[in-house]
């Protein structure tokens, strides 16, 4: 648990309505763990620490509306990079995501990278002050809703191209020519950032899609990115870089970058193909008969130390399992069981 | 990789104009009316049949991957959807309404702890909010121009596109919520992963509008 106040500060204001809260002896307002990345920066720079690389699979609670019929409580995975050079760290931190989600068998994974960052001083550039209405529009894919936002040509067209380009990173070198000023150098960072991806072997299953603004979370300043994958409705996981709450927390200057994912959809993922985390390991049942109890009691000790689930109970002349008496016999087969 | 569903109302005003559409684009349901799941002429994509109010809750969890229903439905629902095209029939105003002869002229006369009956909670309570009128909101399901007259509520918040129902009930409007048409929505992993699919259906309805 945390201080409110303090999470409230580095999650930003929506998320904290989200947030279960509990009240502490002395009245102030303490915060359950609603996501994970914010109570780690909070706790990094507690230790004034801007360095290092974490990981976490761990429980979180949250308010959701019952519409989108998730549960309140779920599992994240998740790991977070503090220090070293941006395109570097968004870089294996996106290999990062792909390959843990390799390693638990889930193989045809994609990403979508966007940047908040130029995408507000896009609409900077633009003069559009109404950035909230704009990323709305934006998120939604809704041209309509645009057009209500913003009446200049070129804005619109700008936006629109944002809204529904999709490709490597000469989208952003388009979209630098189509902003002109006030984005120089994005275009080079998306091209080191996709030649880094090729070098890690997954720059075929990223793209960039500058409407990925992972608005749920309003810490993100810098390159942000959405995980997907085929038959799941929504995103499985998602990052980016979060030096501003970093600065919020008092550590300014300094660089960190995460992704979390969401450990009740890898299973459903995986469960859609097929893999069984129930098992067929139903307990085996040891028997014993009058006078044997004791020596019952020894062999689910020895099994169980070898990785045996086993129960032991008095044989009724039906259950199915290993009776022991004064031989050992597995019943299924009517063999004498050796341990 | 999977097909395609496109989910559309199975009753009401877009019904029939969402089935020219689907025709007009190929899409013809080679299936009986009453099959849910319908398959179509084009292999791989099949057109699922529910209510309106229930679309983007289908699309947005990934069951299907296009949907066709109201603007209202899509504010009231609230779950987050691509809206890949206005398609622009279907337009009404989600209305503020009250008795003919009552004297409010405006949703911020109604006094304090009115109650007023809505299939749109959400959207009456927001409403209501922003101008500063504390209401009382009963849900119904339908019918629900009746509702004042009858006595159970000073005042409803529903749809009207001539404003002949609310006129034979002995209703006037007094404020609107907001304006609807027939929107394209789209579920927000489906666009990434059948982009291709999905782009070639969108072009091809633009084109038809």
Redesign the interface.
């Known amino acids: 648990m945390d201080y409110f106040d303090i999470i409230r500060g580095g999650a930003g204001e929506g998320f904290a309505d989200s947030i279960f809260k509990v009240q502490d002896s002395d009245g102030r307002l303490l915060s359950m763990r609603g996501e994970v990345t914010t109570q780690i920066a909070r706790m990094l720079v507690s230790k004034a620490r801007n360095e290092g690389r974490l990981f976490y699979i761990t429980n979180c609670i949250r308010f959701i509306?019952t519409?989108?019929?998730s549960q309140r409580e779920f599992w994240q995975a998740g790991a977070e990079l503090v220090g070293g050079r941006e395109v570097e760290a968004d870089a294996e931190v996106i290999a990062l995501t792909l390959s843990a989600l390799e390693s638990v068998g889930i193989m045809e994974a994609?990403i979508?990278v966007g940047n908040v960052e130029l995408f507000r001083r896009a609409a900077e550039r633009f003069g559009i002050g109404e950035l909230e209405a704009l990323k709305r529009a934006v998120?939604?894919?809704?041209?309509?809703?645009l057009k209500k936002v913003t009446t200049d040509k070129r804005a619109q067209e700008t936006f629109s191209y944002i809204m529904m380009k999709?490709g490597g990173p000469e989208v952003v070198m388009e979209l630098s020519q189509m902003v002109g000023k006030g984005v120089d150098g994005y275009a080079d960072y998306f091209k080191e950032l996709f030649g880094l991806l090729k070098t890690y072997g997954c720059a075929d299953r990223v793209?960039v899609?500058l409407s990925t603004l992972r608005e749920q979370m309003k810490y993100y300043n810098g390159t942000v990115f959405e995980v997907?994958?085929?038959?799941?409705?929504?995103?499985i996981g998602g990052g980016g870089r979060y030096d501003a709450m970093m600065k919020e927390f008092g550590l300014g200057d300094t660089r960190a970058t995460g992704f979390a994912m969401s450990v009740d959809l890898c299973v459903k993922a995986l469960e859609g193909e097929g893999f069984n985390f129930e098992g067929e390991r139903a307990p085996t049942a040891i028997l014993y008969c009058d006078g044997f109890r004791d020596k019952a009691i020894r062999l689910a000790c020895e099994m169980r130390k070898k990785g045996s689930i086993c129960t032991v109970e008095k044989y009724n002349g039906q259950s199915e399992g290993i009776a022991v008496g004064r031989e050992i016999v597995d019943l299924k087969t009517g063999k004498k069981y050796v341990p | 990789m999977r097909g395609l569903i496109i989910a559309i109302p199975n009753k009401g005003r877009l019904r029939e104009p969402v089935l020219r559409l689907l025709d007009s684009v190929g899409l013809k349901r080679i299936d009986d009316d009453r099959v849910y799941l319908a398959n179509t002429t084009m292999e791989g994509i099949q057109v699922l049949s529910v209510r309106a109010m229930d679309i983007p809750v289908y699309v947005y969890n990934g069951i299907a991957d296009l949907g066709i229903t109201g603007r209202d439905v899509i504010a009231e629902i609230g779950l987050e959807v691509y809206e890949l095209a206005d398609l622009g029939f279907g337009t009404c105003d989600l209305v503020v309404a009250v008795k003919k002869e009552s004297t409010y002229r405006h949703p911020a006369d109604l006094p304090q702890g009115s109650k007023v009956a809505t299939e749109f909670p959400t959207l009456t309570r927001q409403y209501f909010n922003d101008i500063g009128v504390q209401v009382e909101i009963i849900i119904l399901r339908g019918a629900v121009e009746i509702a004042p007259i009858l006595g159970l509520v000073e005042g409803i918040v529903d749809l009207s596109s001539t404003g002949a129902t609310l006129e034979k009930n002995g209703l006037k409007p007094i404020g609107r919520v907001l304006s609807s048409t027939a929107r394209l929505i789209c579920n927000k992993v489906s666009y990434k992963t059948k982009y291709d699919m999905i782009e070639r259906i969108v072009e091809n309805m633009r084109g038809c509008l």
């Open positions: 509306g519409k989108s019929m994609s979508d998120a939604s894919k809704s041209l309509g809703d999709r793209r899609d997907f994958l085929d038959g799941l409705g929504v995103p």
